[in-house]
């Protein structure tokens, strides 16, 4: 199978079952990091990070990352079209007999059932990232493990944002920015 199909196939299934929006996509983007080797868990880690700071959908960023990183533009743009294409799919052909049926019990049951999934997926992404940035990969405790530097800049980006009266109204870009010099300068 050409590299470039199989591109396309997996970002047509993560596109078909990552329900919940982009951070829904981190567990799938992590068993097909493991099982092909185009990216590995840090690589994934900095996907991440790229792709929140960007504009666009977390997912769509993903998944242009990943093609990017793993075979070029061409591979961006495969695995852009495989992420969507499932969404347009079902668009195109729910959208009117969503209109009829939105008022069936059967529907919002269906509808009710995905939220917890989607919530769960997104959930488990948000674990995924935290031990990713917290901790180091390697041998040792898990105390020799903890990545201090991103430790110290959570804690301080968490305070500001949650507690500080002077700081937690800014616009969230400002934290994005402010994250980003940090790394640079303090190399996490």
């Known amino acids: 199978m050409s590299i470039f199909l199989q591109l396309y196939l997996e970002f047509f299934k993560i596109g078909l079952f990552a329900v919940g929006g982009g951070l829904a996509t981190l567990p799938f983007l992590k068993t097909l990091g493991e099982q092909t080797g185009w990216f590995t868990m840090s690589q994934l880690g900095d996907m991440v990070a790229v792709s929140e700071s960007t504009p666009g959908p977390i997912g769509i960023n993903m998944a242009t990352y990943v093609g990017y990183c793993s075979h070029g533009i061409l591979g961006a743009v495969i695995a852009t079209l495989g992420l969507i294409t499932p969404s347009i799919i079902v668009i195109i052909l729910i959208a009117k007999a969503l209109e009829k049926f939105k008022s069936n019990k059967l529907v919002q049951n269906a509808f009710s059932g995905l939220r917890p999934a989607s919530t769960a997926l997104i959930a488990s ?41 002077f700081t937690k109204k800014l616009h969230p870009i400002v934290f994005v920015i402010i994250s980003a010099i940090a790394g640079a300068i303090f190399k996490m």
């Not at 901790?135 to 898990?142: P, R, T």
Request: hydrophobic content about 50%; proline content about 2%.
């Open 125 to 165: 992404a948000g674990i995924s990232l935290i031990l990713m940035s917290y901790f180091k990969e390697g041998m040792g405790s898990y105390l020799d493990r903890i990545n201090m530097k991103v430790l110290i800049l959570g804690v301080i980006i968490l305070y500001m944002t949650r507690w500080c009266p």
